[in-house]
């Protein structure tokens, strides 16, 4: 089975600090998603890399960026946390943008900015 | 604007009966629709699809009827269970975009028992 990691369930950070969120996927996809998800607005998209080194912005992108050095690693940085950035961080992967087979998710990172 | 809408926040089914859950979409570029289904504190797991050149896809207890002209597609649970209590998000996407998923809202389902 394809497996997505996201390496915290539950952080609490302060008003201010710089939060990394990593995402290990370990099938060799092409395609790695970061999506945060809120209670009425569904999953919305904040960046996405089709490949090693390179990103594109979803819907969401402001006040994140994110880095993709690795093919199996995908992370998420919030560049200086605050509250309405406290959510539910779901990462996901797709094998190729060819073909649409579907997303794998992570269990998700529940972020709370104090 | 929301291109993927479900329009139904909840819905609440008794166990054994069927669930209908609905939702539209505006972009007629979209030519593959899947359902996800998330249990709290875990990630969306796929659930079915169905391309736009097919009206319906059926697995198991699970149907996806498609209608093109009405920009709807429908999933329907028959027969509802318990353990399919959970928040369902309809999800569309296009080839010409690189095939990158669109989400709807989700609607949690509750099935009584």
């Known amino acids: 089975d394809v497996k997505v990691t996201q390496s915290s369930r539950y952080l609490v950070k302060r008003t201010g600090e710089k939060v990394f969120l990593e995402c290990v996927q370990d099938?060799?996809?092409?395609?790695m998603f970061w999506y945060r998800q809120d209670p009425g607005l569904g999953l919305r998209l904040i960046y996405f890399?089709?490949?090693?080194?390179?990103?594109e912005k979803g819907d969401i992108p402001e006040g994140y960026s994110v880095s993709r050095e690795k093919k199996e690693r995908f992370s998420l940085i919030l560049e200086s946390a605050s509250t309405n950035q406290t959510s539910m961080y779901l990462c996901a992967s797709s094998p190729t943008r060819a073909v649409n087979y579907g997303y794998t998710f992570g269990s998700g990172t529940r972020l709370t900015v104090v | 604007d929301q291109q993927v809408k479900q329009n139904s926040p909840s819905l609440s089914v008794q166990e054994g009966r069927i669930s209908i859950l609905n939702c539209d979409y505006t972009?007629?570029?979209?030519?593959?629709f899947l359902w996800y289904k998330k249990y709290p504190a875990e990630g969306p797991t796929f659930l079915i699809s169905i391309s736009s050149i097919k009206d319906k896809n059926e697995d198991g207890r699970f149907t996806v009827f498609l209608n093109k002209s009405a920009k709807h597609l429908s999933l329907h649970i028959v027969p509802s269970q318990p353990g399919d209590s959970a928040v369902y998000f309809c999800a569309a996407s296009a080839a010409e975009y690189g095939n990158k998923l669109v989400f709807g809202a989700g609607t949690i389902l509750r099935v009584k028992s």
């Open positions: 099938m060799d996809h092409e395609n």
């Open positions: 890399s089709y490949d090693v080194k390179m990103k």
């Open positions: 972009n007629s570029m979209f030519d593959y």
